[in-house]
């Protein structure tokens, strides 16, 4: 990301941000043309719109449609360097910051912005998508959705740009296996064949430029007995990946998630059937 430049705007001066009375900080210059609008970071909430599905339609900078919300502080930076705030819904007296929206730019890839997007929407979740976005006027649409979900299915870690080069993790669940190497061959489901919720990390994918590299198995302890009854082939899935772990492997390649799920596919499913 490039150095913002200092400024002082009512505030304690930090290096490219503003330290508001409130304890938030305020953007000054980090952000490209694509996402100011007069002079001023895109308020937050519209981008709230790219994790309800608007990756097929624009988003109208100037109207983001926040009749309903009610921002429980100034926008500013959080300690991860993502911009936002929380906030409530109006007449709902039960939580009124419980929501949160924030987005972070990354810098510049294929000579488009690059925004992760993190938020709940209220509920449960805590959604996260990577993208690229273009700007026609006032109008912002998404170009490339590089990744996206809910923490342990397919939340993002450590998004960055290195060289050129757009790099990111990704959380998997045990079904991600199957989906990621696309050997998902029987068509089993996600939840009641496979393990596939926010609570279930099995593995931390690396990914370059969009594209998988390898992936690291994480799933200890616990998690490794969880589901083995409600679940019907994650039983089966956890003894091979106990077998790996055992063997001492620590990560696998394209080539060795294939072999995995492969192993998984015969053993756990035809040889069953």
Known sequence: MRVPALAVIGGLVVFGKIMLADGAVAATTDFPPELLV??????PYCMNQFLLGASLQMVDMRDCDMKDIEPSQEAGFNKDDEYGYEYGYKGDDWSPSKSFIYYQYLGMYDGLPVVMVKGTGGANGQMVVLMTLQREGDKLKMVEEFAGGDRCS??????????????FDRLMTPYDFLIVSENNIHEIDAYDDLEASFVSCFGKASYENGLFKEIKLTAKGKHLNTYTE????QNCFNRIYKEYLHQGVQALNHEGLKAFTQTFNKLCIEQKN
Do not use: C, W
């Open 154 to 167: 397919g939340g993002i870690v450590d998004p960055r740009i290195e060289e050129g080069k757009l790099k």
């Open 230 to 233: 409600e679940v019907t082939y």
């Open 38 to 43: 007069d002079g001023k970071p895109l308020e």
